[in-house]
């Protein structure tokens, strides 16, 4: 299994609507960064994600799982950029913010800080576990 974070703004799509959207789950789309694209294509069913809530906020709230595979993306109209399907898992119970992430020291390597604009990106197993731990998990 692999771990990953996706960054939505809650005012656009936030973890109380994934929740809502049931166990079928919805489609990831939209992302148009050649980097995000690429992480979702090698997402596989089953995966975890991280699930962020960027601009307003700026912090983890919540997991969900792939559930489908990358596919093309229907809001894409030239058909170069995928979506995959996910599911709510879970809302954590206390919210871990990018101020504490960038507090700690054994997280500093993550893209979530070197590359805050990318919206889509891997977590390692190790800082999986530590973020998990932050969050009283």
């Known amino acids: 299994m692999n771990y990953w974070l996706m960054k939505s703004e809650p005012d656009v799509w936030s973890i109380d609507q994934q929740k809502k959207a ?4 919805v489609p990831w789309d939209g992302v148009r ?16 994600c991280f699930f962020y809530h960027s601009n307003i906020g700026k912090e983890i709230v919540g997991i969900v799982e792939i559930v489908k595979e990358a596919f093309l993306d229907k809001t894409d109209k030239d058909g170069r950029f995928v979506a995959v399907q ?17 507090k700690t020291k054994s997280l500093s390597h993550l893209s979530l800080i070197k590359q805050s604009r990318l919206s889509v990106m891997p977590i390692d197993s190790k800082s999986w576990k530590i973020l998990n731990k932050m969050s009283n998990i």
Do not use: H, I, P, R
């Open 22 to 25: 049931g166990a079928k789950g």
């Open 33 to 48: 960064n050649y980097q995000a694209a690429k992480n979702l294509k090698e997402m596989k069913k089953g995966d975890l």
């Open 86 to 102: 996910v599911k709510f898992k879970e809302k954590l119970e206390k919210s871990v913010t990018l101020e504490e992430v960038k």
